[in-house]
């Protein structure tokens, strides 16, 4: 079975950083696409970033373009979200999602983490 | 970005009747060159991750039970449960996956009447 299991959320405080992973099992990790998408607590899904299978391209949603980065390693089915210069409206769950992709078009997301809080708040 | 919009925000349905969600972009989401439209649904319930139920706008996933259905083209998009279950409470997005930046509808919540 797919697995996608999130770890790395927490309590930060503005302006501070904290780093997510994603450890995926269960499928062929390099052949994926990997997306973040986070929900703010009682709000909507939003797309953050996502990469491409080997790691080539990534594309952010405007509000953390400069702020966050998106990386993985294939070794190790990880996938990561460094997240810097963090704000209060980046408090969410925030899930990663894996979707295949044809000639280098990304399609939906066809599984889906659990989800890890992060809190950003003084 | 490619704005999606989902209405009603809100449904209440009796057991047994039919819910109908739709949803629009701002722009197309369909593939000329291969006629498919890149939209997709998921459903939510409370305290659980998101899950695919279809995707080129009318493909159900494996094991999505046939009461759900999707439907449209270009711009303009339903699901459709045609006999609402206790099971199907839950909020429903629409995405689009046609641009680079994805983006998803706001979400309509169903619930039992």
């Known amino acids: 079975d797919v697995q996608l299991v999130e770890s790395g959320g927490g309590l930060v405080q503005p302006g501070g950083s904290l780093r997510l992973s994603c450890v995926a099992s269960?499928?062929?990790?390099?052949?994926?696409?990997l997306s973040w998408v986070r929900q703010a607590p009682g709000k909507g899904l939003e797309w953050v970033a996502n990469?491409?299978?080997?790691?080539?391209?990534?594309s952010y949603v405007d509000s953390v373009r400069g702020r966050f980065t998106i990386s993985r390693d294939n070794a190790k089915n990880l996938l990561y979200l460094q997240m810097n210069s963090l704000r209060a409206e980046d408090t969410a769950v925030y899930y990663c999602?894996?979707?295949?992709?044809?000639?280098?078009?990304?399609?939906?997301?066809?599984?889906w983490g659990q989800g890890t809080l992060v809190t950003v708040s003084s | 970005d490619i704005v999606m919009t989902q209405s009603p925000d809100s449904l209440a349905v009796s057991l047994g009747e039919r819910a109908t969600i739709n949803c629009k972009s701002s722009?197309?989401?369909?593939?000329?060159?291969?006629?498919?439209?890149?939209l997709a649904w998921y459903q939510q319930k409370p305290g659980q991750p998101p899950k695919l139920l279809i995707s080129?706008?009318?493909a159900r996933e494996s094991g999505v039970p046939d009461r759900f259905s999707g439907s449209g083209s270009g711009t303009d998009f339903t699901l459709t449960i045609s006999s609402l279950q206790a099971e199907d409470v839950a909020v429903y997005y629409c995405?689009?996956?046609?641009?680079?930046?994805?983006?998803f509808g706001p979400g309509t919540k169903v619930d039992i009447k």
């Open positions: 999602a894996s979707s295949i992709a044809v000639s280098g078009v990304e399609y939906q997301f066809d599984s």
């Open positions: 269960g499928f062929t990790f390099s052949s994926y696409w």
């Open positions: 990469i491409k299978d080997d790691a080539t391209v990534t």
């Open positions: 722009q197309s989401v369909l593939y000329t060159s291969n006629n498919k439209n890149y």
């Open positions: 080129w706008a009318s």
């Open positions: 995405q689009q996956y046609y641009d680079t930046l994805k983006t």
